[in-house]
């Protein structure tokens, strides 16, 4: 058995369930899930030893612009076939590497730069951000990746969501995959902060495909669904990884989907405000308005529909959303990358998993705890069992050539 658990996990096929974990985008907010993975791996190398990492334990990771890049970290293999990273590093690479990303202006006259900045052009040029990526990740393609992942972005040119799957590349062996440091570059490239990324690929019949890209989150900052809807393709295209398992039988779906923060809680800005408002104002009073309302509403609906779907199916259990509503101040940006700032955000996550489990209500008013009290903690352990059984479920039962999945 100990043998058996060191190859790649058997797909979905030889268990119970079909796993998912999904990362939102919000810039350096990216702390705040990186904080709850080093949580999760910690509990499941306790399970199953030190060596296991996150990707041995879900069948897809989706992630949107910094949650992309964190899919890419927790999935894109070293030389062993191994992630480059463990959940644990994540938050250093944040803490190392923001500052950099993201260099601030200081003195008196940094507010009169910045809103020089914004109308030249990006607040920041990407270049150290385009430099590390390619660093860490080198000629990795999307074909690689040790489980498959989902990241979307968003075409200007064409003005449509592109959406990267490592499930439509294996289909067709013969596409010439993009680089996942290209994809991690496009998905992050919010709108006012970092360029916009071109690069091109060819498909199977060796025509070229030119990529127009910007930040997935203006498409699905929340790619739960995206995923969800990904994992629905193979099972409805007759895929063997999913043998016996149905298009809408949802009940199966173990899903971790992690925020990265709002202030909602704290009520931004007011209807009083935004009527004075002309273009100007809702690209730069007190942030980026428009950003903030086209990347936090669809994620709420994302949520809402995820919570009504599994409070219906009975199995809400199978389902956990971790978002902190009640940031303030700078704690709130996505790019002021002070030291005090990031170090606040570490603490953010930290004390996020001592709040309690909370629940988008079916008429979507409130999020509300869930009646046992349990806290994002004690909800992280009860998932890191269940996808350390279900793990050792499929390998037994591919050990022993059952590829039929009971339930």
Not at 170 to 193: E, F, H, V
Request: charged share 20%; with cysteine.
């Amino acid at each position: 058995m100990e043998k058996a658990m060191k190859v790649p996990t058997p797909p979905p096929t030889y268990g119970n369930f079909i796993t998912i974990l999904s990362i939102d985008g919000g810039g350096i907010r990216g702390i705040i899930p990186g904080t709850i993975l080093a949580f999760l791996e910690s509990e499941l190398q306790k399970l199953d030893g030190a060596d296991v990492r996150l990707a041995d334990y879900f069948d897809v990771i989706a992630g949107t612009s910094t949650g992309g890049l964190v899919t890419a970290m927790l999935s894109s293999p070293d030389d062993n076939n191994r992630p480059i990273f463990s959940a644990k590093d994540i938050n250093e690479f944040y803490l190392t590497n923001s500052p950099k990303i993201f260099p601030q202006n200081t003195g008196l006259l940094a507010p009169v730069t910045n809103l020089i900045k914004a109308f030249s052009g990006p607040k920041y040029d990407g270049k150290y951000l385009h430099k590390l990526v390619r660093g860490k990740l080198g000629d990795k393609k999307l074909h690689q990746t040790i489980t498959n992942v989902v990241i979307p972005t968003f075409d200007i040119k064409v003005l449509e969501p592109t959406i990267f799957s490592s499930y439509k590349v294996k289909k067709k062996p013969g596409i010439d995959a993009p680089l996942m440091s290209d994809i991690c570059i496009s998905t992050s490239a919010a709108p006012t902060y970092l360029p916009a990324h071109y690069f091109h690929s060819q498909d199977h019949e060796g025509e070229t495909r030119a990529f127009n890209l910007i930040d997935g989150g203006v498409a699905a900052n929340n790619p739960t669904l995206v995923a969800i809807g990904e994992v629905t393709k193979e099972i409805v295209g007759g895929s063997s990884d999913f043998f016996n398992i149905k298009p809408l039988d949802y009940a199966r779906f173990l899903i971790i989907s992690l925020g990265t923060g709002t202030r909602k809680a704290e009520g931004k800005y007011t209807a009083l405000q935004a009527a004075k408002w002309g273009l100007m104002g809702w690209l730069t009073d007190g942030g980026t308005p428009l950003l903030d309302v086209f990347t936090h509403a669809p994620s709420d609906m994302v949520d809402f529909h995820l919570s009504v779907m599994f409070q219906a199916l009975q199995c809400e259990d199978n389902y956990l959303r971790i978002q902190d509503d009640t940031l303030t101040g700078l704690l709130s940006s996505v790019d002021i990358a002070t030291k005090n700032n990031l170090d606040n955000l570490v603490k953010t996550g930290e004390a996020l998993l001592k709040k309690p489990v909370m629940r988008m209500t079916t008429d979507m008013s409130v999020d509300s705890p869930c009646t046992d009290n349990e806290t994002n903690e004690d909800a992280l352990k009860r998932f890191a069992k269940k996808l350390s059984e279900e793990r050792r479920l499929r390998h037994a039962k591919s050990a022993h050539g059952l590829g039929t999945a009971s339930h």
